[in-house]
């Protein structure tokens, strides 16, 4: 064995400790570091101190590098110095510049933090190094089938849907629309899987205000870009407009695929998915929804209604990143057809077996191997259930609500839509420039982090809310910071 590799052998216990150490010290510096700091704002590259690059690193707690190895001049690939080294160097050159993302006041994009139990399980995952594919060791999947079978009852869909777990929702919608693409090409009588995207003829998947990745998986899917049609949405909405749905569906003179929004990241808008449904009864389409994050408000009694109709779809979207609170990367991808799922991403070999009645994992994504991505979300799911989830999204809600509150409140700001869940999107009452906005934003990061937009034909900003850390204090200090933002603009 290499002497570094024997030495950290030698020294696990020990070493795991200090990684853990420096992994609470992280968590609990959350609430004084910079939500975002500025060297990571502005971009700049990634010293190399010259202290490391010259020592080879060395620990704080006094490892050092038994052999002495370093980094070559100019930040190539370093020759070695053992886990001590690479504790240090992180610890002194990425660690200041990462943001506080898993903290309560990173309200940028959908972020979502780690729970404790999900921080737990993902530690665990890596410890098990586990390739859960196969049947021929099948302890993995047998995991992941019964955290689908837990998330299939978090989000009331019925055991018609299968799931399986997936990197994000960007994945999830590929993985649906390439079902979809199947289900096409049963409709037209050819076989995508085997004769290839060509034998489909054009293609049309309608949507209202479809996410930015649903093109991308077009992309990929070979369908192309352009086979997505903007279908118009309801007046002042975000939400599809049904009527105008089902003229494009008269129209289409074809089968289609209809991709329904169940949460959209600027005002979390909703189609009626039991409308949508129902016009499948007349033009009979592929219903494929995107509710990465959407699909949470089904733990909330009092926003349930909003994906009323969620089970009806033949592919659903979730990110579990996001609002379930597990960490990076980790979504899910339910279906009521898993044997065109099987047809798609079918891995023929002969060490691995047939497809039987229940396809082995390997068979169902774009992935052959993965991690046992699901142990972080069973660890979440089995230490607080539904109550602790819901709890979570309730106050994440509850958080959004009152930090709109506050925006209508400071003077210079707009609210420019309702909060109808967990998005607060804002902009400047005067002047609200693409550069303005980005000063305001910049004015913010030490304390909040969030994202621009662009809505109702105006530059805004969005601050999301999915952390389970998040607290009314929080709320306060990020609308005093905004207040302050504000009045420091020029
Ligand atoms: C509605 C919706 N769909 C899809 C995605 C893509 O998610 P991911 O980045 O996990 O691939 C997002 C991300 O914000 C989203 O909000």
């Not at 992941?144 to 919608?173: D, I, K, P």
Request: glycine share 12%; net charge negative; with cysteine.
């Amino acid at each position: 064995m290499h002497p570094e590799l024997a030495a950290d052998l030698g020294r696990l216990p020990e070493l795991l400790e200090e990684t853990r150490q420096r992994a609470l010290a992280f968590l609990g510096g959350l609430d004084g570091r910079p939500v975002l700091p500025q060297a990571a704002a502005s971009g700049a590259g990634p010293g190399r101190p010259a202290r490391l690059a010259a020592a080879g690193g060395g620990s704080p707690t006094g490892g050092g590098s038994p052999t002495g190895g370093g980094s070559p001049a100019g930040g190539g690939l370093p020759a070695g110095g053992g886990l001590p080294a690479a504790l240090a160097e992180f610890a002194e050159r990425w660690e200041p510049r990462l943001s506080a993302s898993a903290g309560p006041r990173y309200f940028g994009f959908v972020t979502g933090g780690a729970t404790p139990a999900a921080l737990a399980g993902d530690w665990l995952t890596a410890a098990v190094d586990q390739n859960s594919n196969s049947s021929l060791d099948p302890a993995g999947q047998h995991l992941e089938r019964e955290t689908v079978g837990w998330l299939r009852e978090l989000f009331g869909l019925s055991e018609a849907h299968h799931g399986t777990f997936v990197s994000g929702a960007t994945m999830s919608n590929t993985v649906g629309l390439a079902i979809a693409r199947e289900w096409l090409g049963e409709r037209l009588g050819v076989d995508v899987a085997e004769d290839g995207v060509g034998a489909l003829g054009p293609v049309r998947v309608l949507s209202g205000g479809a996410h930015s990745s649903v093109a991308k998986a077009l992309s990929v899917l070979g369908l192309g870009r352009t086979a997505l049609r903007p279908v118009p949405l309801l007046p002042g909405r975000e939400a599809v407009d049904a009527a105008a749905l089902e003229r494009a569906l008269a129209e289409s003179g074809g089968p289609c695929v209809v991709v329904a929004n169940a949460g959209t990241v600027n005002t979390v808008d909703f189609d009626d998915l039991r409308a949508i449904a129902e016009l499948r009864e007349r033009y009979g389409f592929w219903l494929h929804v995107d509710a990465a994050f959407g699909a949470f408000a089904a733990l909330s009694p009092e926003h349930a209604e909003l994906v009323a109709g969620l089970d009806l779809a033949d592919s659903v979207c979730v990110d579990l990143h996001k609002w379930l609170n597990v960490p990076y990367d980790s979504a899910v991808q339910f279906t009521r057809r898993p044997d065109l799922q099987a047809r798609v991403f079918r891995n023929s070999a002969a060490y691995l077996g047939p497809l039987g009645e229940h396809p082995d994992l390997v068979h169902l994504t774009p992935e052959n191997s993965h991690r046992l991505r699901a142990l972080a979300a069973w660890f979440t799911l089995r230490a607080y259930g539904r109550s602790g989830h819901r709890e979570i999204v309730e106050r994440n809600i509850a958080g959004a609500r009152a930090l709109g509150e506050a925006v209508e409140r400071i003077d210079g700001l707009r609210l420019l839509a309702p909060v109808r869940l967990n998005v607060v999107c804002f902009t400047l009452a005067a002047d609200p420039t693409a550069e303005r906005l980005a000063a305001l934003a910049a004015g913010l990061a030490e304390e909040a982090f969030v994202t621009p937009t662009h809505y109702a034909g105006l530059p805004a900003l969005r601050a999301a809310f999915s952390n389970w850390r998040t607290t009314e204090a929080d709320v306060r200090r990020t609308a005093a910071a905004l207040a302050q933002a504000v009045r420091n603009l020029p």
